[in-house]
């Protein structure tokens, strides 16, 4: 009998530390999702300033070209 209650101790202690460590490794993979989130959205924020500083040089060039195109009309109107 008292082996009986020894194995049945046994075996619910080791359910309860592999519940446990279950529960240590989820959190634990839910802590690396979060840094993972984290590390793309800042990868994709220096990309998104990037494509942003292109379309604001590109729009500034197109605008400087326009400009001198007026004012050479502009000049041989007059």
Do not use: Y
């Not at 802590?31 to 998104?48: G, H, P, Q």
């Amino acid at each position: 009998m008292k082996k009986a209650v020894l194995l049945v101790a046994t075996i619910a202690t080791l359910g309860f530390v592999s519940c446990n460590n279950a529960q240590v490794n989820a959190e634990q993979a839910r802590l690396d999702s979060l840094v993972e989130v984290a590390r793309v959205d800042s990868i994709a924020k220096v990309k998104s300033d990037s494509i942003q500083a292109v379309i604001e040089a590109e729009a500034a060039a197109a605008a400087d070209t326009l400009n001198q195109i007026v004012e050479e009309a502009t000049i041989e109107l007059n």
